[in-house]
Nanobody, 125 residues
Framework: QWQLVESGGGLVQPGGSLRLSCAAS????????IGWYRQAPGKEREGVSC????????YYTDSVKGRFTISRDNAKNTVYLQMNSLKPEDTAIYYC??????????????????WGQGTQITVSS
């Protein structure tokens, strides 16, 4: 059974950094575009950043541009999200998901279907 497992979340002060990991089991990530999404309390899930199969193409939502960096290591079957200069408004549960469309399409059209448990990010002083 294939699954994606998110990790790396936690409590961090504003301006701090975290690196999230999205590890795959049961399938190989290198055939899929991978997206990071987040859902804050009372808000809809939104696409944060997405990356193409090779890592050549990426997409970032405007609110995280210049602060977050998405990357992937296909040999490790893992996608990362480096989050710097974190703000309280980044507080949310972060999820990853696979897809077959472009990074921009994946991030702007949140996929349906089941989601993993995600990893909680709380940015607070």
């Amino acid at each position: 059974q294939w699954q994606l497992v998110e990790s790396g979340g936690g409590l961090v002060q504003p301006g701090g950094s975290l690196r999230l990991s999205c590890a795959a089991s049961g399938f190989t990530l290198d055939r899929f575009t991978i997206g990071w999404y987040r859902q804050a309390p009372g808000k809809e899930r939104e696409g944060v950043s997405c990356i193409s199969t090779s890592g050549e193409f990426t997409y970032y939502t405007d609110s995280v541009k210049g602060r977050f960096t998405i990357s992937r290591d296909n040999a490790k079957n893992t996608v990362y999200l480096q989050m710097n200069s974190l703000k309280p408004e980044d507080t949310a549960i972060y999820y990853c998901a696979p897809g077959i469309t472009s990074p921009q399409d994946m991030c702007t059209q949140v996929p349906f279907g089941s989601w993993g448990q995600g990893t909680q990010i709380t940015v607070s002083s």
